[in-house]
């Protein structure tokens, strides 16, 4: 333990020389060396990280902490997947933060939003369920989907319905662990599968 810690700390020193040297970087990762390692990933998610098919999530302007945590925990394999698990298993801390940086960096953008909504979605979307159980999710995610970057609440808009069912039974099940997968953890599990339903088709209808 004492070990990791100093071990961290001099991490901690060597990142803040780097970003000292490197003021034009997007966080602490690059942006046009983002581009390169993202050849890889842009089969699935798109070459501007826009996916075009349902089972891959949009990762465009998420921002490149949350795209970084998810890669470490990929890798590390406290979130299990076995399409995307692979993927990040050979890359770098520094090739997960560049690559972070890059999606970060693209616009998302919603090609198709859906034109039926769910009314016990909305509802809960916007004002939580369950009595007081469970908390809206738009006082995180935003009231469009937007995320809250400065918070490290994820963007939501784009996501395809089957993409978000399947997170928030990944939640439920305790199949994400990143560090801060425990708020929806204690919200997914409060979820009813008709619950995960109505609010991931209200999440489809954001522009
Ligand atoms: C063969 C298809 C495929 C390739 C190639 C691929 N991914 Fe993925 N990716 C997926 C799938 C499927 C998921 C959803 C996993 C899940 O449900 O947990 C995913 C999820 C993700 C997530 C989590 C998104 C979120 O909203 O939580 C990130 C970040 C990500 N991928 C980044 C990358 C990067 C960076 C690369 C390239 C180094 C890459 N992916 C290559 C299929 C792929
Ligand atoms: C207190 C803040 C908070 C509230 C309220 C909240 N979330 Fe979240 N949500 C988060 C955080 C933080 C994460 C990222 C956790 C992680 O690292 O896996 C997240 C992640 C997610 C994801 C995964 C996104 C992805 O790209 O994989 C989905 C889907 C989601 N939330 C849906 C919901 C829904 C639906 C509700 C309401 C029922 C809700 N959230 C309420 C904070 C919140």
Redesign the pocket.
């Given at each position: 333990m004492q070990f990791a810690l100093t071990h961290l700390r001099s991490a901690a020193v060597v990142l803040g020389l780097a970003l000292l040297g490197c003021s034009a970087a997007s966080a602490n990762g690059d942006v046009a060396a983002g581009k390169t390692?993202?050849q890889?990933?842009?089969?699935?998610?798109g070459a501007d990280g826009n996916s075009a098919m349902p089972?891959?999530?949009?990762?465009a302007g998420?921002s490149a902490s949350?795209?970084a945590e998810?890669?470490h925990a990929?890798r590390d394999g406290k979130?299990?997947?076995a399409?995307?698990g692979p993927?990040?298993k050979n890359?770098t801390d520094a090739?997960?933060a560049d690559?972070?940086a890059y999606?970060a960096a693209q616009t998302r953008t919603v090609k198709a939003p859906a034109t039926t909504d769910s009314i016990p979605g909305a509802h809960l979307w916007k004002f939580g369920g369950h009595g007081n159980a469970i908390a809206a999710c738009a006082a995180c995610h935003g009231p469009q989907g937007e995320g809250n970057q400065p918070a490290g609440f994820?963007a939501l808009r784009g996501?395809t319905p089957q993409?978000v069912i399947?997170?928030l039974m990944?939640y439920r099940n305790d199949?994400?662990k990143t560090e801060h997968a425990s708020i929806m953890v204690s919200i997914a599990s409060k979820l009813t599968d008709d619950d995960m339903k109505d609010v991931a088709q209200h999440i489809a209808t954001f522009h």
């Open positions: 390692v993202s890889t990933c842009a089969a699935c998610h089972t891959f999530p949009s990762i998420q949350y795209l998810q890669l990929f979130r299990v997947n399409i995307m993927q990040a890359l090739q997960i690559v972070a999606y994820p996501l993409y399947e997170s990944a199949q994400r």
